[in-house]
Protein backbone atom coordinates (compact mmCIF):
# COMPACT_ATOMS: atom_id res chain seq x y z
CA UNK A 1 0.00 0.00 0.00
CA UNK A 2 1.70 2.91 -1.24
CA UNK A 3 1.14 6.11 0.95
CA UNK A 4 0.63 9.62 -0.43
CA UNK A 5 2.78 12.02 -1.74
CA UNK A 6 3.16 15.55 0.42
CA UNK A 7 5.09 18.55 0.11
CA UNK A 8 7.92 17.05 2.80
CA UNK A 9 10.44 14.94 0.93
CA UNK A 10 10.16 12.01 2.65
CA UNK A 11 11.53 8.45 2.50
CA UNK A 12 9.42 5.45 3.34
CA UNK A 13 12.59 3.20 4.99
CA UNK A 14 10.48 1.11 7.71
CA UNK A 15 6.33 -1.08 9.56
CA UNK A 16 4.04 0.15 13.06
CA UNK A 17 1.34 3.07 18.94
CA UNK A 18 -0.71 4.07 22.31
CA UNK A 19 -7.77 11.40 27.16
CA UNK A 20 -12.37 13.13 30.09
CA UNK A 21 -16.16 14.23 30.19
CA UNK A 22 -17.21 11.06 31.82
CA UNK A 23 -18.89 8.68 29.53
CA UNK A 24 -19.07 10.54 26.24
CA UNK A 25 -18.32 9.52 22.94
CA UNK A 26 -16.13 11.43 20.00
CA UNK A 27 -17.21 11.44 16.50
CA UNK A 28 -14.98 13.88 15.13
CA UNK A 29 -11.32 14.12 15.18
CA UNK A 30 -9.32 15.97 17.30
CA UNK A 31 -5.83 17.03 16.37
CA UNK A 32 -3.54 14.66 17.96
CA UNK A 33 0.14 15.67 19.39
CA UNK A 34 2.58 13.68 21.90
CA UNK A 35 4.93 16.85 21.43
CA UNK A 36 7.48 16.34 24.02
CA UNK A 37 8.98 19.08 26.30
CA UNK A 38 12.43 17.77 26.49
CA UNK A 39 13.78 21.32 25.94
CA UNK A 40 12.17 23.11 28.91
CA UNK A 41 12.56 27.14 29.71
CA UNK A 42 12.47 28.83 32.29
CA UNK A 43 8.51 29.95 31.69
CA UNK A 44 7.81 26.76 31.26
CA UNK A 45 5.13 25.96 33.88
CA UNK A 46 4.80 23.07 36.33
CA UNK A 47 2.95 20.02 34.52
CA UNK A 48 -0.83 19.62 36.16
CA UNK A 49 -1.61 15.83 36.77
CA UNK A 50 -5.16 15.80 35.59
CA UNK A 51 -7.72 14.13 37.16
CA UNK A 52 -10.67 14.53 34.38
CA UNK A 53 -10.19 15.57 30.53
CA UNK A 54 -12.76 16.92 28.17
CA UNK A 55 -14.79 14.21 26.63
CA UNK A 56 -13.04 10.77 27.94
CA UNK A 57 -13.85 8.99 31.26
CA UNK A 58 -11.50 8.43 33.48
CA UNK A 59 -10.04 5.20 35.23
CA UNK A 60 -7.56 4.57 38.26
CA UNK A 61 -5.19 2.21 36.80
CA UNK A 62 -2.65 1.58 39.40
CA UNK A 63 -1.43 3.12 42.91
CA UNK A 64 1.96 3.88 43.15
CA UNK A 65 2.63 5.24 46.77
CA UNK A 66 -0.07 7.56 47.99
CA UNK A 67 -0.13 8.45 44.10
CA UNK A 68 -3.21 7.31 41.85
CA UNK A 69 -2.42 6.94 37.52
CA UNK A 70 -5.46 7.52 35.85
CA UNK A 71 -6.08 6.83 32.21
CA UNK A 72 -8.07 8.79 30.04
CA UNK A 73 -10.87 6.56 27.92
CA UNK A 74 -12.58 8.39 24.43
CA UNK A 75 -14.84 6.18 22.94
CA UNK A 76 -16.57 6.56 19.52
CA UNK A 77 -19.68 7.10 18.37
CA UNK A 78 -21.56 4.59 18.46
CA UNK A 79 -20.11 2.45 21.15
CA UNK A 80 -21.50 -0.88 22.79
CA UNK A 81 -19.05 -3.09 24.43
CA UNK A 82 -20.64 -6.21 22.32
CA UNK A 83 -18.03 -4.84 19.88
CA UNK A 84 -14.83 -5.83 21.03
CA UNK A 85 -13.06 -2.67 18.97
CA UNK A 86 -9.68 -2.26 18.17
CA UNK A 87 -7.68 -0.27 21.12
CA UNK A 88 -5.41 2.78 20.56
CA UNK A 89 -3.48 3.40 23.39
CA UNK A 90 -1.10 6.94 23.43
CA UNK A 91 1.32 7.61 25.74
CA UNK A 92 2.80 11.35 25.85
CA UNK A 93 6.19 12.74 25.95
CA UNK A 94 8.39 14.74 27.81
CA UNK A 95 11.86 12.76 28.58
CA UNK A 96 10.31 10.76 31.41
CA UNK A 97 9.98 14.17 32.88
CA UNK A 98 7.60 16.59 31.64
CA UNK A 99 4.46 15.85 30.25
CA UNK A 100 0.95 14.69 30.63
CA UNK A 101 -1.87 12.75 29.21
CA UNK A 102 -3.49 16.18 28.15
CA UNK A 103 -1.30 16.30 25.08
CA UNK A 104 -1.77 12.16 24.39
CA UNK A 105 -5.59 12.96 24.74
CA UNK A 106 -5.41 14.16 21.48
CA UNK A 107 -4.50 11.24 19.84
CA UNK A 108 -7.15 9.06 21.58
CA UNK A 109 -9.40 11.50 20.64
CA UNK A 110 -8.29 10.50 17.04
CA UNK A 111 -8.53 6.73 17.42
CA UNK A 112 -12.07 7.11 18.41
CA UNK A 113 -12.86 9.50 14.98
CA UNK A 114 -11.95 6.58 13.12
CA UNK A 115 -13.89 3.87 15.40
CA UNK A 116 -11.28 2.77 17.94
CA UNK A 117 -11.17 2.67 21.61
CA UNK A 118 -8.61 5.88 22.55
CA UNK A 119 -7.20 5.39 25.93
CA UNK A 120 -4.40 7.90 27.11
CA UNK A 121 -2.59 7.14 30.32
CA UNK A 122 -0.41 8.96 32.77
CA UNK A 123 2.56 7.54 34.27
CA UNK A 124 5.16 8.67 37.03
CA UNK A 125 7.40 11.66 35.50
CA UNK A 126 10.05 13.26 37.18
CA UNK A 127 8.36 16.61 37.68
CA UNK A 128 4.94 15.36 38.71
CA UNK A 129 6.03 11.80 40.57
CA UNK A 130 10.07 11.75 41.20
CA UNK A 131 9.89 9.03 39.09
CA UNK A 132 12.46 7.03 37.21
CA UNK A 133 12.64 6.14 33.40
CA UNK A 134 11.85 2.49 34.59
CA UNK A 135 9.01 3.82 36.82
CA UNK A 136 7.43 5.46 33.22
CA UNK A 137 7.96 2.08 31.87
CA UNK A 138 6.36 0.47 34.07
CA UNK A 139 3.61 2.27 34.86
CA UNK A 140 2.84 2.08 30.44
CA UNK A 141 2.84 -1.72 30.58
CA UNK A 142 0.43 -1.54 33.75
CA UNK A 143 -1.98 0.36 31.74
CA UNK A 144 -1.82 -2.06 28.93
CA UNK A 145 -2.74 -4.67 31.04
CA UNK A 146 -5.33 -2.79 32.55
CA UNK A 147 -7.37 -2.25 29.45
CA UNK A 148 -6.33 -6.30 28.49
CA UNK A 149 -7.99 -6.84 32.01
CA UNK A 150 -10.93 -4.16 31.17
CA UNK A 151 -11.52 -5.60 27.53
CA UNK A 152 -15.23 -6.54 28.45
CA UNK A 153 -16.14 -3.31 30.11
CA UNK A 154 -14.41 -1.14 27.56
CA UNK A 155 -15.68 -3.23 24.77
CA UNK A 156 -12.33 -3.88 22.87
CA UNK A 157 -10.54 -6.98 21.73
CA UNK A 158 -7.32 -7.27 23.88
CA UNK A 159 -5.29 -8.58 20.79
CA UNK A 160 -6.05 -5.66 18.99
CA UNK A 161 -4.50 -2.89 21.14
CA UNK A 162 -2.10 -0.53 19.07
CA UNK A 163 0.93 1.27 21.10
CA UNK A 164 1.46 4.84 20.01
CA UNK A 165 3.93 7.18 21.71
CA UNK A 166 5.82 9.91 20.89
CA UNK A 167 9.81 10.72 22.05
CA UNK A 168 9.60 9.34 25.41
CA UNK A 169 6.41 8.27 25.25
CA UNK A 170 7.47 5.89 22.00
CA UNK A 171 9.69 4.50 24.77
CA UNK A 172 7.48 2.90 27.26
CA UNK A 173 5.10 2.60 24.01
CA UNK A 174 7.78 0.05 22.59
CA UNK A 175 8.51 -1.97 25.82
CA UNK A 176 5.29 -2.57 26.24
CA UNK A 177 6.09 -5.34 23.06
CA UNK A 178 8.68 -6.74 24.88
CA UNK A 179 7.75 -9.59 26.67
CA UNK A 180 10.17 -10.14 29.24
CA UNK A 181 10.40 -8.41 32.29
CA UNK A 182 10.36 -4.44 32.36
CA UNK A 183 13.88 -2.98 33.99
CA UNK A 184 11.66 -1.71 37.11
CA UNK A 185 10.46 -3.69 39.91
CA UNK A 186 7.00 -5.13 39.49
CA UNK A 187 6.74 -4.74 35.83
CA UNK A 188 5.15 -7.88 34.22
CA UNK A 189 4.65 -7.56 30.23
CA UNK A 190 1.00 -7.69 29.29
CA UNK A 191 -0.62 -10.62 28.73
CA UNK A 192 -1.14 -9.57 25.12
CA UNK A 193 1.41 -8.18 22.58
CA UNK A 194 0.58 -4.94 21.28
CA UNK A 195 -0.87 -5.86 17.56
CA UNK A 196 0.92 -2.48 16.43
CA UNK A 197 3.46 0.10 17.39
CA UNK A 198 2.83 3.46 16.30
CA UNK A 199 6.29 5.50 17.26
CA UNK A 200 7.18 9.33 16.73
CA UNK A 201 10.55 10.12 17.31
CA UNK A 202 10.87 7.45 19.60
CA UNK A 203 13.03 7.19 22.10
CA UNK A 204 14.65 3.60 21.32
CA UNK A 205 18.00 3.17 22.87
CA UNK A 206 19.09 4.58 26.64
CA UNK A 207 22.98 3.94 26.41
CA UNK A 208 25.11 6.83 25.48
CA UNK A 209 24.50 6.08 22.02
CA UNK A 210 21.37 7.17 22.54
CA UNK A 211 19.22 9.06 24.22
CA UNK A 212 19.78 9.84 28.07
CA UNK A 213 22.43 7.54 28.57
CA UNK A 214 23.97 6.22 31.49
CA UNK A 215 23.71 10.08 33.19
CA UNK A 216 20.21 9.66 33.05
CA UNK A 217 20.08 6.62 35.25
CA UNK A 218 22.55 7.70 37.52
CA UNK A 219 25.58 7.44 36.15
CA UNK A 220 24.58 3.38 36.18
CA UNK A 221 25.72 2.45 32.57
CA UNK A 222 23.78 -1.12 33.36
CA UNK A 223 20.69 0.67 33.88
CA UNK A 224 21.13 2.49 31.15
CA UNK A 225 21.64 -1.08 28.88
CA UNK A 226 18.32 -2.72 30.75
CA UNK A 227 15.95 0.19 29.50
CA UNK A 228 17.04 -0.12 26.48
CA UNK A 229 14.41 -1.02 23.69
CA UNK A 230 16.83 -2.32 20.97
CA UNK A 231 19.26 -4.23 23.30
CA UNK A 232 15.78 -5.91 25.07
CA UNK A 233 13.85 -6.39 22.32
CA UNK A 234 13.21 -9.87 21.13
CA UNK A 235 13.47 -11.17 17.64
CA UNK A 236 9.72 -10.93 17.27
CA UNK A 237 8.33 -7.85 17.01
CA UNK A 238 4.58 -5.90 16.05
CA UNK A 239 4.29 -4.70 12.68
CA UNK A 240 5.68 -1.40 13.55
CA UNK A 241 5.44 2.20 11.83
CA UNK A 242 7.89 5.19 12.76
CA UNK A 243 7.97 8.87 12.18
CA UNK A 244 11.06 10.63 12.47
CA UNK A 245 13.16 14.00 11.24
CA UNK A 246 16.74 14.18 9.97
CA UNK A 247 17.06 17.08 12.29
CA UNK A 248 16.18 16.02 15.73
CA UNK A 249 18.69 16.77 18.01
CA UNK A 250 17.07 15.36 20.81
CA UNK A 251 16.75 12.31 20.26
CA UNK A 252 18.99 10.99 17.16
CA UNK A 253 17.27 10.23 13.62
CA UNK A 254 20.11 7.80 13.24
CA UNK A 255 18.72 5.66 16.17
CA UNK A 256 15.54 5.20 14.96
CA UNK A 257 17.19 3.96 11.52
CA UNK A 258 19.49 1.30 13.62
CA UNK A 259 15.87 0.34 14.83
CA UNK A 260 14.50 0.19 11.91
CA UNK A 261 17.57 -2.25 10.70
CA UNK A 262 17.43 -4.64 13.67
CA UNK A 263 13.60 -5.32 13.24
CA UNK A 264 13.77 -6.32 9.25
CA UNK A 265 16.97 -8.29 10.09
CA UNK A 266 14.84 -10.39 12.39
CA UNK A 267 11.81 -10.52 9.58
CA UNK A 268 9.77 -7.95 11.58
CA UNK A 269 7.66 -5.43 9.51
CA UNK A 270 9.25 -1.83 9.84
CA UNK A 271 8.36 1.60 8.27
CA UNK A 272 9.78 4.46 8.69
CA UNK A 273 8.78 7.68 7.23
CA UNK A 274 11.32 10.64 7.05
CA UNK A 275 10.80 14.41 7.58
CA UNK A 276 13.76 16.08 5.95
CA UNK A 277 14.96 19.46 8.01
CA UNK A 278 12.60 19.50 10.42
CA UNK A 279 13.59 18.94 14.30
CA UNK A 280 12.38 17.13 17.10
CA UNK A 281 8.21 17.08 17.61
CA UNK A 282 8.69 17.16 14.14
CA UNK A 283 4.72 17.96 13.37
CA UNK A 284 4.07 20.46 16.21
CA UNK A 285 3.24 24.39 15.64
CA UNK A 286 7.27 25.25 16.35
CA UNK A 287 7.58 23.99 12.37
CA UNK A 288 4.52 26.44 11.24
CA UNK A 289 3.47 25.37 8.30
CA UNK A 290 5.98 22.60 7.54
CA UNK A 291 4.79 21.15 11.37
CA UNK A 292 1.39 21.32 10.18
CA UNK A 293 1.82 19.40 6.72
CA UNK A 294 3.98 17.18 8.27
CA UNK A 295 1.06 16.45 10.73
CA UNK A 296 -1.62 15.62 8.33
CA UNK A 297 0.79 13.13 6.79
CA UNK A 298 1.07 11.57 9.75
CA UNK A 299 -2.40 10.66 10.53
CA UNK A 300 -2.63 9.77 7.00
CA UNK A 301 0.07 7.35 7.38
CA UNK A 302 -0.48 5.96 10.25
CA UNK A 303 -4.46 5.30 8.93
CA UNK A 304 -2.86 3.80 6.06
CA UNK A 305 -0.78 1.48 7.97
CA UNK A 306 -3.78 0.62 10.80
CA UNK A 307 -6.07 -0.34 7.53
CA UNK A 308 -3.64 -2.65 6.20
CA UNK A 309 -3.22 -4.26 8.99
CA UNK A 310 -7.14 -4.44 9.62
CA UNK A 311 -7.10 -2.62 12.79
CA UNK A 312 -9.03 0.30 10.94
CA UNK A 313 -11.61 -0.18 8.71
CA UNK A 314 -14.33 2.63 7.97
CA UNK A 315 -12.10 5.82 7.48
CA UNK A 316 -12.41 8.43 5.01
CA UNK A 317 -8.83 7.98 3.80
CA UNK A 318 -9.43 4.32 3.82
CA UNK A 319 -11.98 4.16 1.99
CA UNK A 320 -10.66 6.54 -0.79
CA UNK A 321 -7.36 4.19 -1.03
Not at 18 to 24: A, N
Not at 209 to 231: E, H, I, M, N, P
Request: net charge positive; proline share 6%; with cysteine.
Amino acid sequence: MKFKNSILNFSLICGITLSSTHGQTVSGSSDPTNASSESATAERKPDITPVLLPGSEAFVFRTAGTNELRLFVVKPKGWSKAEHRPCFVSFFGGGWVNGSPVTSVGWAKWAAGNGLVGVAPDYRTRGRFNGTPEDCVSDARAAVRWVEEHAGELGIDPAKIISEGGSAGGHVAAWTAIPADGPGKNDPAPKYLPAALVLLNPVTDTKDSGYGGAKRFGKDAARARACSVTDQMPAKMPPTIVFHATGDKTVSYSNSVAFRDKLMATGNRCELVTFEGLGHSYNSSKFGEAGKAADKKTREDVTTFLTSLGLIKNSKLAQSN
